[in-house]
């Protein structure tokens, strides 16, 4: 087949490089393809065939956040980041080469059930999870309709035996960003960076100064990540025009710098963080406690520090691709290694009783008082 000829199967239209590596990989693609069609006793669907072929070309790269989506899962993802899906709400990561929960959504089915921080979930609908699959194999496996039950064979952190937890899904809604007052202080919790949390956000910074608050405790406990630009924004609240907020090192590397408008700035602040910290609120972290050295109480975060950038393909199916790792302005990296707090405090899980809320607050009236007496 000369070079740039378009090769018919119904639909689909494929073309075929006749140039360096690719002439010699594509006569063996299509080998394959004829091959399977005319030998294999079941029925084919080419358009599956398609997008398998694709997906496994992406996962040729050995990244679990590189991955490919066809059409359906594309729609589902772009519902997620925009704050709605159906599900069971939780965000999960891979961790030492397991897909473990970086943590349950608040007030979700997950969370309701049972499903808790670190859990590594090692099936659903006793179907094990393998090595090959990636992140999105498993999201699509536990996603469905509201009202379906989904089951998870989970390892909890403290037991010693997998458990079996059924879960109703349901319909999940992610309130972005939570403000409370404990006196004179400002709890503002920020769950996910969605595509409305930035508009939040100013929303309860305005109340923040109209409450005439001292201090400010932030919270991004259980926060998983979402859009850099909104953490870059919400950074440049709280810093002076062009500080570097986080460091993109690839192929090319670039800084990302504050904007201005730090109406929050010379309020004494703690930040709150723990294992289900992750991406973009590690970078939100990393960046506050470099700059202004902000004590951070909890535990250790995630650890997801690599940049996936989204591109919808001409089909409406698309790519998430790794294209760099973060590191924070001090040059700390956040992959794999995630950011020690400056205060630990274990939280446990068996109580109600929030002990990293307890110490966050008394941090933040010794700062309180050490900046009225200055």
């Known amino acids: ?95 030492n080469g397991a897909v473990t929960v970086i943590s349950p959504l608040d007030g979700s089915p997950a969370k309701k059930a049972g499903i808790l921080q670190k859990d590594i979930i090692i099936a659903v609908d006793e179907e094990p999870i393998t090595k090959d699959m990636s992140i999105d194999d498993v999201v699509q ?5 509201s009202g379906e039950a989904v089951n ?6 403290s037991g010693e035996k997998p458990e079996d937890i059924s879960i109703v899904r349901g319909k999940i809604e992610i309130e972005s960003v939570k403000l409370s007052m404990v006196e004179d202080v400002a709890h503002l919790t920020i769950t996910n960076f969605n595509g409305d949390t930035g508009k939040k956000f100013n929303e309860k910074a305005k109340e923040i100064k109209s409450n005439g608050a001292k201090g400010i405790i932030l919270d991004v406990r259980n926060n998983p990540g979402g859009f850099l630009q909104t953490s870059v924004d919400i950074a440049s609240r709280f810093l002076d025009k062009d500080q570097v907020v986080v460091s993109e090192r690839g ?13 929050l700035k010379d309020i004494p602040m703690v930040i709150l963080v723990n294992g289900g910290s992750a991406s973009a609120s590690e970078i939100l972290a990393g960046a506050l406690n470099d700059h202004l050295e902000s004590p951070m109480v909890g535990e250790k975060t995630f650890g997801k520090g690599s940049v996936q950038e989204f591109i919808k393909l001409a089909d409406d199916s698309s790519l998430r691709v790794t294209v760099a790792k973060w590191y924070t302005p001090m040059g700390r990296s956040i992959n794999e290694e995630g950011i020690e707090p400056t205060i630990e405090i274990t939280q446990d899980y068996e109580t ?22 200055n």
């Open 251 to 263: 192929k090319t590397n670039k800084e990302y710098k504050t904007s201005g408008s730090p109406t």
């Open 152 to 157: 998870l064979t989970v390892f909890h952190e």
């Open 352 to 373: 109600e009783e929030d002990e990293q809320l307890q110490r966050a607050v008394e941090e933040i009236r010794n700062l309180i008082q050490g900046n009225q007496t």
């Open 1 to 95: 087949m000369p070079a740039g000829e378009f090769k018919q199967y119904d639909s689909l239209k494929f073309l075929t490089v006749e140039e360096g590596k690719r002439q010699l990989i594509f006569p063996t693609f299509w080998e394959a393809w004829d091959t399977l069609d005319a030998k294999f006793i079941g029925d084919l669907s080419e358009e599956e065939l398609f997008y398998g072929a694709v997906e496994g070309m992406i996962r040729a790269a050995g990244d679990p956040y590189t991955v490919f989506a066809p059409p359906a899962d594309t729609k589902q993802f772009e519902e997620t980041i925009e704050g709605s899906f159906s599900g069971v709400g939780i965000e999960i990561g891979i961790n």
């Open 141 to 145: 496996r536990i996603r469905g309709n």
